[in-house]
C-alpha cells in the first residue's frame, strides 16, 4: 500500500508541474505584479475555457497531493 501511494505521489506532482506550467501568466512586468493581485482578487478577470480548466485542475492536484502526502507521511509510516 505504501508503494502505490508514493507512485501516486510521484504521479500527482507531474500532473501539477504540467498543469502550472501550462497556465497563462496573469500580469505583464512589475505593474502588473501590483495591480495584478487587486484585479484577480476582486474578480475582474474571470478564467474560461482551458484557463479555467487548468485552473481548477491545479486547485484538484494540490489538494489531492496534500492528502496522498499526509497519508505517505503519517498514516503509512
Not at 487587486?38 to 475555457?49: I, S, T, Y
Request: aromatic residues 10%.
Amino acid at each position: 500500500m505504501e508503494t502505490f501511494v508514493n507512485i501516486l505521489l510521484v504521479i500527482n506532482s507531474i500532473v501539477m508541474i504540467v498543469l502550472v506550467l501550462l497556465q497563462t501568466g496573469k500580469s505583464a512586468g512589475l505593474s502588473g505584479a501590483i495591480s495584478g493581485g487587486a484585479e484577480q482578487l476582486f474578480g475582474k478577470q474571470k478564467a474560461r475555457g482551458l484557463d479555467l480548466f487548468l485552473h481548477r485542475g491545479t486547485i484538484v492536484t494540490g489538494a489531492l497531493f496534500f492528502v496522498l502526502a499526509f497519508l505517505s507521511g503519517y498514516v503509512l509510516q
